[in-house]
């Protein structure tokens, strides 16, 4: 569900939904609770509240910074891998001139192919799912390379490095797919476990004793803002491939900016 709500929906409208839905449902449930019991200051059940709160803030705040910091970990993750596999393809790019006209060629043209394909199977790269275009553009050019027969001592120390480059690419390739494979979002019982604790904040909030009701409405509204911001940012950051945070194919578009023909 989240998966589909990070594709399909702009990251305004998915903000602007949940401070929506979050806040005016919470104003809801304090008007029902204030009329039901209009002095909330009243009683011993209001003290416990005003003692709870706080902690289950703190808890909460905790909970909701590791979340985030372990996502964007993720992220910042996946980018790298993304910037390492571009960053092998230039490398490549630019050493090409070290060999014939003819080893030039050809390397320059499975390169453009890889990184065409490869930028182009992103939508469903980010979902750890590969295309044959892709697949056999890297396989030529691995052939491309391994045909190649050096003839001086400086066009074998360019080869040697250009195959760790070669590998490097292939590698990270390898690891992005898996990533996006794999990195499939919090699980349901860590949702759950937001949601609860969330739940909780705003209901000790409805409950928690500000005096004044414009006050209370006050503060009862910047809380649902806050708790609508971190669902907003876990939603965003559970796919390091999808959403606003995501990482982008931007590297492998350098690659073929690099290999266009001069404007």
């Given at each position: 569900m989240t998966r589909w709500i990070v594709i399909n929906l702009p990251p305004w409208l998915l903000l602007a939904g949940l401070?929506?839905?979050?806040?005016?449902g919470t104003a809801v449930f304090q008007a029902v609770v204030r009329h039901r019991f209009p002095r909330p200051g009243e009683g011993g059940g209001n003290e416990v509240a005003n003692f709870v709160?706080?902690?289950?803030?703190?808890v909460y705040g905790f909970l909701i910074g590791f979340i985030v910091l372990a996502l964007w970990g993720q992220v910042n993750v996946a980018d790298q891998t993304t910037r390492t596999e571009g960053?092998?393809?230039?490398?490549l790019a630019r050493g090409r001139n070290a060999f014939g006209t003819a080893e030039s060629v050809r390397i320059r043209q499975n390169l453009m192919e890889y990184g065409r394909a490869a930028a182009a199977e992103w939508p469903l790269a980010a979902?750890?799912?590969?295309?044959?275009?892709?697949?056999n553009a890297l396989n030529r050019l691995q052939s491309t390379y391994e045909s190649i027969t050096p003839r001086s001592d400086a066009q074998r120390a360019i080869l040697a490095?250009?195959?760790?480059?070669?590998?490097?690419?292939?590698?990270?390739r390898t690891e992005?797919?898996?990533?996006?494979?794999?990195?499939?979002?919090p699980p349901l019982s860590l949702w759950m476990v937001v949601f609860l604790t969330s739940g909780l904040v705003l209901g000790f909030s409805v409950v928690f004793d500000a005096g004044q009701a414009k006050a209370h409405y006050g503060m009862?509204?910047?809380v649902s803002v806050l708790v609508a911001a971190n669902l907003f940012l876990v939603t965003e950051l559970s796919y390091p491939f999808l959403g606003e945070f995501s990482t982008s194919p931007e590297p492998l578009h350098e690659l073929i900016e690099i290999l266009s023909p001069p404007r």
């Open positions: 401070i929506v839905v979050i806040a005016g709160f706080p902690v289950v803030a703190v960053a092998a393809a230039v490398h979902s750890g799912r590969a295309t044959p275009e892709a697949e490095s250009s195959l760790t480059s070669l590998r490097e690419l292939s590698l990270a992005r797919l898996l990533e996006a494979r794999s990195n499939i979002g009862v509204a910047a």
